[in-house]
């Protein structure tokens, strides 16, 4: 709603906008989280491989379920979009809609990241944030967000005209060509709204447009998630840079991410098993 309103409040309005808010969802109604095993379990974990993704690109990993993955800070602010599969079907997929609902539209350590339906299962748990002290500015604004999509090609061919090959969307689609060796025109189906690791954004007070602002991340800083399913990964480095001036184009300095994937010591979880699909019948009635 960016116009100003056409249309007269009714006497009662007053008490209309006075009805109580609802949490739509209660976090508590959740199935328990693991978050105290997976806090014990990454003291012993070993970092088994770590992969760089240069600047304005893509690149994918794989993460079995019982690890660790780090999405790291190197040389300078930067944002990363973060697209999550079930490695062995593309179908179930993240669902950062649903993650919004059942969390917030900002993610931390504790809030788990779920798969589309009919999957609807915790993907990958946080268990760790560098940046969670940043918690909520004056703008009201928040870091990790699952509120924007990706910035894509098309958005920008409408807004401003011209081919830009190197949007998070159109990095995401050529990284998971590559991981899964299927084409381009395949992979861009599979390619879904995303995590914003490290972007700092919100709606503005007045009119609720979504924002971003100069990411507070810096080289060191990380997130750090447990794999609860077998997962495919792809991570770009958005060609906003810390996002703190433009998107979409190649004017704002961009840096390298980088994917670490750590494997638990052993014994370490010791009565987890990865979660079932949802337990949903599926009949939709029928
Ligand atoms: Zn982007």
């Known amino acids: 709603m960016t116009d100003t309103a056409h249309s007269n409040p009714p006497p009662d309005a007053a008490a209309r906008r006075a009805a109580k808010p609802l949490i739509c969802y209660q976090v508590d109604q959740l199935p328990p989280s693991n978050l105290a095993l997976y806090q014990q379990a990454r003291q012993g974990m070993r ?6 993704i240069a600047p304005r690109d893509g690149g994918s990993f794989e993460v079995p379920a019982g690890s660790f993955f780090r999405i790291v ?15 062995h079907d593309l179908t179930e ?8 609902q059942l ?8 809030d788990r990241l779920w798969s589309s339906l009919p999957g609807l299962r915790p993907m990958a748990t946080i268990t760790h944030d560098t940046l969670d002290w940043y918690g909520w500015d004056e703008d009201g604004a928040g870091v990790h967000d699952v509120i924007g ?10 807004l401003n005209g011209v081919d830009y090959h190197h949007c998070c969307h159109s990095n995401l689609t050529r990284a998971l060509a590559v991981a899964a060796d299927i084409p381009l025109t395949e992979a861009e189906l599979h390619v879904h709204d995303v995590m914003n690791v490290f972007m700092c954004t919100g709606f503005t007070l007045d009119t609720h447009q979504y924002f971003m602002k100069a990411s507070p991340v810096r080289p060191g ?6 794999a609860e399913i077998d997962l495919l990964g792809a991570l770009s480095t958005c060609p906003g840079g810390d996002c703190g001036s433009s998107h979409s184009d190649d004017s704002t300095p961009c840096y390298p991410l980088q994917v670490e994937i750590y494997q638990p010591g052993a014994g370490a979880l010791q009565g987890w098993s990865s979660p079932p ?3 949903y019948s599926g009949t939709h009635g029928t």
């Open 277 to 279: 699909r949802s337990g």
């Open 47 to 52: 970092k088994l491989t770590e992969i760089t």
């Open 221 to 226: 800083d990380y997130i750090e998630f447990f």
């Open 103 to 110: 969390h917030a539209t900002h993610v931390s350590t504790g």
């Open 73 to 87: 800070s190197v040389e300078g602010a930067q944002v990363g979009d973060l697209n999550l599969w079930h490695a």
């Open 149 to 158: 999509t990706r910035c894509d090609p098309y958005t920008n061919y409408m």
């Open 93 to 100: 997929r993240f669902f950062s809609g649903k993650t919004r």
